[in-house]
C-alpha cells in the first residue's frame, strides 16, 4: 500500500538558514508526487509538484527514486516560509492522493 | 470567483444520526475530491469525482457516500455517526484530475457527541 512518511512534526529555523523538509514514501508503481502548504488562516494550496521541477518561492524539491524520498529544500528561509507543509503521493491511476501527516516549519528571527 | 465553497462550516451532531456536507467547485472545475483532517493529521483521502462518476475511493466505510450534480456541485454524506467521525471535511477542485492543482475549500469541521 502506498504511504507517505514526514518524520518531523515541527521544524524550527533561524530566518537566513537552509531548510530541509524530509518526506519518504512507499509506492511500488511510478510516483507522482506534491508539496502542499497552509499558512497561518489559510487554505490549504499547491506549492509544487515533481514533474514541473519549478522553483516556486525559493523552494526546490526533487525526486530521489533510490531513496524513495522528495525533500522540499529552499537555501535561506524568510519568515513568511513559516507554514505547515504537506507532501503527496498522487496514486490510482491519478485518482487516490495520499497526504503525509505534514510538518511545521517555524521561522525565527 | 469566491474560490471553492463549502457549507456549513461547522456542524454538531450526535451519534447515530446523519450528515451532508456540501461543496460547490471553482467555475469550470469538473473534478471534486473529499478529504477528512483529523486533528494533528494530515488530509485522509475520501473520494473523487469526475463528470459526476466516482473515480476514486479511500479507505472508508460504506457509511460514507458521495455524489456530484450536473452542475459539478458535490455532497459528502455520513451515516450512523461515530465519535471518530469528529473532523475538518475537505473539499478541492480542479479542472479534470487531481493531477492538476487542487484548489481547496475552508472546509466544514463537524463535531460528533
Known amino acids: 500500500a502506498q504511504r507517505v512518511t514526514q518524520p518531523e512534526k515541527l521544524l524550527s529555523v533561524f530566518k537566513g538558514a537552509p531548510v530541509e523538509l524530509k518526506c519518504n514514501y512507499s509506492?511500488?508503481?511510478?510516483?507522482?508526487l506534491f508539496w502542499y502548504v497552509q499558512y497561518s488562516r489559510q487554505r490549504l494550496q499547491l506549492l509544487l509538484r515533481h514533474i514541473s521541477r519549478e522553483s516556486i518561492k525559493g523552494f526546490t524539491a526533487d525526486l530521489n527514486k533510490g531513496e524513495t524520498s522528495f525533500h522540499l529544500k529552499k537555501p535561506f528561509a524568510q519568515e513568511e516560509d513559516s507554514a505547515m507543509y504537506y507532501c503527496?503521493?498522487?496514486?490510482?491511476?491519478?485518482?487516490?492522493?495520499?497526504f503525509g501527516t505534514g510538518t511545521q516549519l517555524k521561522v525565527e528571527l | 470567483d469566491a474560490g471553492v465553497t463549502q457549507s456549513p462550516t461547522h456542524l454538531i451532531k450526535t451519534r447515530g444520526q446523519h450528515v451532508t456536507l456540501r461543496c460547490s467547485p471553482i467555475s469550470g472545475h469538473k473534478s471534486v475530491s473529499w478529504y477528512q483532517q483529523v486533528l494533528g493529521q494530515g488530509p485522509q483521502f475520501i473520494f473523487q469525482y469526475y463528470e459526476k462518476e466516482e473515480r476514486g475511493r479511500g479507505n472508508f466505510p460504506d457509511r460514507f457516500s458521495a455524489r456530484q450534480f450536473p452542475n459539478y456541485s458535490s455532497e459528502l454524506n455520513v451515516n450512523a455517526l461515530l465519535l471518530g467521525d469528529s473532523a475538518l471535511y475537505l473539499c478541492a477542485s480542479s479542472r479534470r484530475g487531481m493531477e492538476e492543482t487542487q484548489y481547496f475549500g475552508p472546509g466544514t469541521r463537524l463535531l460528533v457527541l
Open positions: 503527496a503521493l498522487l496514486t490510482g491511476g491519478g485518482n487516490k492522493l495520499t
Open positions: 509506492y511500488s508503481g511510478s510516483p507522482e
